[in-house]
């Protein structure tokens, strides 16, 4: 594990009061304060007032390697995410190989290592092959030197509630966490669109709220029995929302988390048969939107997540119905949140900090990201410059794809340097390693 030592100077923790000064020596705050000197040997940064925030976590990332290497790797996905903000990310099980075995976590989490730029973990999948009918050892994967913490089938839902009650039992064995792709697949055979108006409209066959919802609270009862947690992935409906607030209200040991597309788009967006705009899940109605947004500031929905997920050109320019679903997503997070969040008033900084590092951490049980900016807790932190905006060009992101839906959109706030463990990773929109 790689440590550095740095000095920020002129920088505002959480957005409060007046700048301060940050030094970092081996990985750990050692001071802050205001005039403070470099030790020899110790470079400067100049935060020129920036806000300085824990270093983001991302629970939800699709990283594409092993097998798809072509549309993301290891290394183009974590430089993305460095630009981000972002100092640990989770990277998903659906590869090809599928990552459901400790040879392919190991050899993600080594890879994420040796390139250094974020704290690559893997997620392992539920099943074997993501089939949904056997367990896969999730046992060996934890007790790999990946550690795996996190098992999903993402992009597949484990839809058979005895494997899912099983699954959860051993999860509680290992002290790990299942996070559900909440779909029941019955309902959305041939789905590629919310169901409402506009796919009626435009002739696309629709994909029910019901369909997230009855998995949600499927295996909220199913987390209830077993004793144990789940989280649930992609939150995207107003019923969601009601439904993580009464299972919280029962004492159920359930967390969520909601995209910034979600947060942002709606199913208008659909009118263009542009299939950037196809996700799954899919994006819904200004109600869902509102809902989700209000939720997240509540803590009722606990974290984003960005899905980042990278296709090829022509996974995407194609007949909208056999297009891919999914949309990069790692460096446009922060300035959608602030848009979303910040500038409405849901969020402050704090909050901003709480959604994006500090929970997602504590749900996967990370002890090393998501700290306070104090003395003697780990130098992970991201500076941000809210006052300046930028135009999003998708072949100019760090991302070997471009299946961005923000092409052309002007995005506030940037994050100007991305700081892990002491080691400066992001600088000024380009990665420093």
């Keep these: 594990m790689t440590t550095g030592s740095i000095l920020l100077t002129d920088v505002r923790p959480y957005g409060d009061g007046d700048p301060v000064d940050i030094l970092v020596v081996d990985g750990e705050i050692t001071e802050i304060g205001a005039g403070l000197t470099a030790p020899d040997g110790v470079d400067t940064v100049a935060g020129g007032g920036a806000i300085a925030l824990p270093g983001f976590v991302d629970l939800h990332t699709h990283l594409r390697e092993p097998g798809r290497e072509d549309t993301e790797t290891i290394r183009t996905g974590s430089a993305a995410a460095a630009l981000g903000g972002y100092t640990a990310v989770f990277a998903m099980a659906n590869t090809n190989p599928v990552a459901d075995n400790s040879t392919i976590t190991d050899n993600v989490w080594r890879t994420g290592r040796d390139i250094g730029l974020v704290d690559v973990h893997p997620v392992g999948a539920v099943t074997v092959g993501l089939e949904g009918k056997q367990l896969a050892e999730m046992g060996m994967m934890n007790a790999g030197v990946a550690g795996v913490r996190m098992f999903s089938d993402d992009g597949k839902c484990v839809d058979d509630p005895l494997l899912m009650r099983r699954a959860l039992e051993y999860a509680k064995s290992l002290d790990v966490l299942i996070a559900q792709h909440a779909e029941e697949p019955r309902l959305t055979v041939g789905a590629i669109a919310h169901e409402g108006p506009n796919a009626s409209r435009l002739g696309l066959t629709g994909w029910p709220r019901a369909a997230e ?221």
């Design 213 to 433: 919802e009855s998995i949600v609270i499927r295996d909220a009862l199913l987390a209830r029995d077993a004793g144990t947690r789940v989280h649930i992935c992609h939150a995207s409906t107003e019923g969601t929302v009601e439904l993580l607030r009464w299972a919280r209200g029962q004492g159920i040991a359930i967390s969520a988390e909601v995209t910034p597309h979600h947060l942002l788009l709606d199913d208008s967006r659909l009118a263009t048969y542009d299939a950037v705009n196809k996700v799954n899940p899919p994006l819904r109605e200004e109600r869902d939107k509102q809902a989700l947004r209000q939720a997240l500031a509540d803590g009722v929905i606990d974290c984003v997540a960005t899905d980042h997920a990278p296709h090829a050109a022509q996974e995407k320019a194609c007949e909208f119905a056999i297009a891919r679903p999914g949309m990069l997503g790692l460096q446009t997070a922060l300035p959608i949140i602030v848009d979303t969040m910040v500038n409405p008033g849901l969020l402050d900084w704090h909050g901003v900090a709480r959604v994006m590092s500090e929970r997602p951490a504590q749900i996967v049980g990370l002890t090393d990201q998501g700290r306070p900016i104090a003395v003697g807790e780990p130098g992970n932190l991201t500076l941000i410059d809210p006052d300046t905006s930028w135009v999003v060009e998708g072949k100019e992101l760090a991302s070997l794809s471009s299946n961005t839906p923000y092409e052309a959109m002007t995005m506030p706030a940037t994050v100007t340097t991305t700081v892990l463990r002491g080691v400066v990773t992001a600088r000024d929109g380009e990665v420093t390693r």
